[in-house]
């Protein structure tokens, strides 16, 4: 099966690099690809995907479907985790009435996720975060 998704994540980001870890291991273990991982700090990153702002990447996770939709913040996790087989997980935020209240907390989290990353992960920003380890 082809790509579902393509997930353009913050690279600097160790709670970030972390989920896509997590979400690339689920990934091999169910062998497909149903998601394609972009890190937004990449040198060539704008040349490749002149039509995602990397500026507005840094603020709110983005993600594009393969019929090209664009997908941004609790809408791209949901549908990575969907495309992993554990949509069941994050359909809760997605309910119309926690969705308002996820999307808020998710906000707030994203920019301060350097400084919870610091607190969780003992490390603010990595130099250089790898998904495929």
């Not at 507005?56 to 594009?64: E, N, Q, Y």
Request: aromatic letters at 12%; one cysteine or more; glycine letters at 6%.
């Amino acid at each position: 099966m082809a790509h579902q998704l393509t997930i353009f994540y913050d690279g600097g980001c160790p709670l970030c690099v972390r989920e896509m870890r997590h979400l690339f291991k689920l990934q091999q273990q169910q062998h497909h690809q149903r998601i394609i991982f972009e890190d937004i700090l990449a040198e060539d990153f704008e040349q490749r995907f002149p039509m995602i702002d990397p500026q507005r990447a840094r603020a709110i996770l983005h993600g594009m479907t393969a019929n090209g939709e664009l997908l941004l913040g609790l809408d791209v996790t949901h549908q990575a985790w969907k495309a992993v087989g554990r949509g069941w997980l994050t359909a809760p935020i997605r309910w119309p009435l926690i969705r308002w209240f996820a999307d808020r907390v998710y906000l707030w989290f994203a920019r301060h996720r350097y400084k919870i990353s610091e607190v969780v992960t003992g490390q603010a920003r990595c130099k250089q975060c790898r998904i495929d380890r």
